[in-house]
């Protein structure tokens, strides 16, 4: 069993983290306490950006794994370090596929042109910031993760219900470049699973993963895969 904090664990991607690691290992879950946390978890409740009430809700507590799924921007990474260097095996930032240049050119390799996608306005580029910031310190031993899109349990993006809602409805979609750009799916759970094979093995420290599917698809050829089993589902009923 290991000690886990997961600075999150709110809502969806976070949530659903705890959920999966408390079920084996003493997880505390560190936020504002503007949503419920899992059952099995500890709760510590605190703003990241607020420094006092960060190293205070610590105290003196050492982890194992420290699993960072809200930080936003380079400020909150620095104020996550000067709190947890030093006391923790290893920090697993989960970053995003937003950080690249270049959507045109699948698949993405880790290696590709990072300054953040101009589609993600500034939200790329402060996540970039945060990686760079963590890349940075010698005194916390890192894995980043970059997920494409999370679809899932808990999902409060208006992601894949966006179009069964429409479908449902029988209101039209609008498909950005006559349906042509590519989107690249994850499963949450799957994000979970990779996750605790990255703190398994020191091979990962201090290394960069992408975290998606094998296959990626048009978002046309998303919407057809999502019309093809809301129809299915009516000829059942």
């Known amino acids: 069993m290991s000690k886990i904090?997961?600075?999150?664990?709110?809502?969806?991607?976070?949530?659903?983290?705890?959920?999966?690691?408390?079920?084996?290992?003493?997880?505390?879950?560190l936020?504002?306490?503007?949503?419920?946390?899992?059952?099995g978890c500890h709760h510590l409740k605190a703003d990241r950006n607020n420094l006092d009430e960060?190293?205070?809700?610590?105290?003196?507590?050492d982890f194992d794994v420290v699993i960072d799924t809200?930080?936003?921007d380079g400020n909150q990474m620095k104020?996550?370090?000067?709190?947890?260097?030093?006391?923790?095996?290893?920090?697993?930032?989960?970053?995003?596929?937003?950080?690249?240049s270049n959507y045109r050119f699948f698949p993405l390799k880790e290696t590709a042109e990072t300054e953040g996608g101009i589609e993600w306005d500034k939200y790329g580029v402060d996540k970039l910031h945060a990686e760079e910031v963590l890349r940075g310190n010698k005194?916390?031993?890192?894995?980043?993760?970059?997920?494409?899109?999370?679809y899932g349990n808990h999902n409060n993006l208006p992601r894949e219900s966006y179009v069964f809602l429409r479908l449902i409805n029988d209101s039209p979609i609008i498909l950005p470049s006559m349906g042509n750009n590519i989107i690249h799916f994850g499963y949450i759970?799957?994000?979970?699973?990779?996750?605790?094979?990255?703190?398994?093995t020191s091979k990962s420290e201090n290394q960069i993963y992408?975290?998606?599917?094998?296959?990626?698809?048009?978002?046309?050829?998303w919407v057809s895969i999502c019309a093809s089993s809301i129809y299915t589902i009516r000829d059942w009923a």
């Open 5 to 29: 904090l997961i600075i999150g664990g709110g809502i969806f991607v976070g949530r659903t983290i705890a959920e999966y690691f408390s079920l084996s290992n003493e997880t505390y879950v």
């Open 31 to 39: 936020n504002r306490g503007n949503n419920d946390i899992p059952s």
């Open 54 to 61: 960060f190293r205070s809700v610590l105290g003196t507590q």
């Open 70 to 72: 809200s930080c936003l």
């Open 79 to 100: 104020l996550s370090i000067e709190c947890l260097e030093g006391r923790v095996g290893r920090y697993v930032y989960i970053s995003s596929s937003a950080v690249y």
């Open 139 to 150: 005194r916390v031993p890192y894995t980043i993760l970059r997920p494409f899109y999370i």
């Open 189 to 200: 759970n799957d994000l979970a699973l990779a996750i605790e094979k990255a703190v398994s």
């Open 210 to 221: 992408n975290i998606a599917g094998d296959e990626f698809v048009s978002y046309l050829q």
